[in-house]
């Protein structure tokens, strides 16, 4: 079993920046990808950034060069940090896991509303 526990979400106004954390414990494996997911009321989940426990990423277009995803193995934890915010990065994001051998983990979701 995999847990995430998310936070960081908030309200900001546009241009403004937020840094979001990804906590997992349980039985996790070595070679996993963790990431970022979003989903705006009406709209599909969309990927926002994930990256490998190689440290290799990738960013969907829309969020190139204003977000940035790390993460830190020993503490388990992946983040986003989210500058130059706008308001169509208002949505719920939700934190993932992902192991080589399939099992996938979601954490409860955490509110981000850009508005002035």
């Known amino acids: 079993q995999v847990q995430l526990v998310e936070s960081g979400g908030g309200l900001v106004q546009p241009g403004g920046s937020l840094r979001l954390s990804c906590a997992a414990s349980?039985?996790?494996?070595?070679?996993?990808?963790m990431g970022w997911y979003r989903q705006a009321p009406g709209k599909e989940r969309e990927l926002v950034a994930v990256?490998?426990?190689?440290?290799?990423?990738n960013y969907a277009d829309s969020v190139k060069g204003r977000f940035a995803i790390s993460r830190d193995n020993a503490k388990n934890t992946v983040y986003l940090q989210m500058n130059s915010l706008k308001p169509e990065d208002t949505a719920v994001y939700y934190c993932?896991?992902?192991?080589?051998?399939?099992?996938?983990?979601w954490g409860q979701g955490t509110q981000v509303t850009v508005s002035s």
């Open positions: 993932n896991y992902d192991s080589w051998n399939g099992f996938i983990a």
């Open positions: 349980g039985s996790i494996s070595s070679d996993n990808t």
């Open positions: 990256i490998t426990s190689s440290n290799r990423s």
